[in-house]
Nanobody, 124 residues
Framework: QVQLVESGGGLVQAGGSLRLSCTAS????????MAWFRRAPGKEREFVAA????????NYADSVSGRFTISRDNAKNTVYLQMNTLKPDDTAVYYC?????????????????WGQGTQVTVSS
């Protein structure tokens, strides 16, 4: 069982930056791909970014590619989402997720473990 706790959300003006963090309760370095998803008001949850547990393979949604960067520190069981050039459309609850996976695959779906979410609000 993997428990995930997100932090780093908040209110920021358009064009600003935020960094989200997600720390896992169990060792995820050797087994788990990690990802970020988000759910905007009135919309379905959508994939944002994913990273493999080894080798740094990543995937990004088209809407965030070039603005967001996912990374992980396996020694700290932590994954990060650096969000730059934020837009009002990025306003959402952001969720961290984990799934057991081979070492070099950054899955975009099929995640088994989820955090409680952290609110990101971008004002215009």
């Amino acid at each position: 069982q993997v428990q995930l706790v997100e932090s780093g959300g908040g209110l920021v003006q358009a064009g600003g930056s935020l960094r989200l963090s997600c720390t896992a309760s169990a060792r995820t370095a050797g087994s788990y791909a990690m990802a970020w998803f988000r759910r905007a008001p009135g919309k379905e949850r959508e994939f944002v970014a994913a990273i493999s547990w080894r080798g740094g393979s990543t995937n990004y949604a088209d809407s965030v590619s070039g603005r967001f960067t996912i990374s992980r520190d396996n020694a700290k069981n932590t994954v990060y989402l650096q969000m730059n050039t934020l837009k009002p459309d990025d306003t959402a609850v952001y969720y961290c997720a984990a799934r057991y996976s081979p070492p070099y695959i950054a899955y975009v779906d099929g995640y088994d473990y989820w955090g409680q979410g952290t609110q990101v609000t971008v004002s215009s």
